[in-house]
């Protein structure tokens, strides 16, 4: 069975500090990783995924194999990045093709100015 | 360019009452996703559409569950004799195919008294 951990439920850091949202998986095959972010009030957003290889609003993260882990980072880290985290795998499903998500529980990221 | 929209944003029902809860994709999304998230929890998945085609159904917690997707387009998602335990947000997410980055809604906030 896929598994998404984030063992943090809150991190609060002050600005200007680097932040790492740690995120740890299990899955058998060779699985799709991705971060999400809700902002206060606002819906559910795609922040990155691990194969485009992108830093998105500085995060960056890479998928470590042999950890099974994707931690997000960003090196300075700023009042607007005040929000909930979701480490997210998509592995498909069986007998569907489909590529719904598994999510994790989330973590509340908190910067204090 | 509107994005996902889902109706009501929240839903009060009595315990033992049928509810309906209403899914626009964005346009010409074919992939739509349905999922549950439960109070400090990270979304879970309930169901996929592959326009028309209900793909996957492994998430949907009981047969009280059940959800539609007629013409490719607008779904719904209907519990019946709703249960305290069906308190929680319900995402809608659509995306343009396989393996596209998924859109997700506001969420419908449902409450069972």
């Known amino acids: 069975a896929q598994r998404v951990t984030q063992p943090e439920k809150l991190l609060s850091v002050f600005k200007g500090a680097p932040v790492e949202l740690k995120c740890n998986y299990s899955?058998?095959?060779?699985?799709?990783l991705f971060w999400y972010v809700q902002y206060s009030r606002q819906r559910l957003q795609l922040l990155l995924r691990?194969?485009s290889r992108e830093s998105i609003k500085g995060f960056t993260a890479d998928l470590n194999k042999g950890e099974t882990s994707f931690h997000l980072k960003k090196p300075f880290a700023q009042e607007e990045d005040s929000a909930m985290y979701y480490c997210?795998?998509?592995?498909?499903?069986?007998?569907?093709?489909?590529?719904?998500?598994?999510f994790g529980k989330g973590t509340h990221l908190i910067i204090q100015p | 360019g509107a994005g996902v929209s889902q109706s009501p944003r929240y839903k009060v029902a009595k315990r033992g009452q049928d509810v309906a809860l209403r899914c626009d994709p964005i346009?010409?999304?074919?992939?739509l996703f349905w999922y549950q998230q439960a109070l400090g929890q990270g979304p879970e998945f309930l169901t996929y559409?592959?326009?028309?085609?209900?793909?996957?159904k492994s998430g949907l917690p009981s047969d009280r569950f059940f959800a539609e997707r007629p013409e490719g387009s607008v779904s719904t998602l209907k519990i019946q004799r709703t249960q305290q335990e069906d308190s929680a947000v319900y995402l809608c997410?659509?995306?343009?195919?396989?393996?596209?980055?998924?859109?997700f809604g506001q969420g419908t906030r449902l409450t069972v008294v």
């Open positions: 997410a659509s995306s343009r195919g396989v393996n596209t980055e998924a859109f």
């Open positions: 899955y058998s095959g060779s699985p799709e």
């Open positions: 691990h194969i």
């Open positions: 997210a795998l998509s592995g498909g499903y069986s007998g569907g093709g489909a590529d719904g998500l598994t």
């Open positions: 346009s010409g999304h074919v992939s």
């Open positions: 559409f592959q326009n028309e085609a209900q793909l996957d």
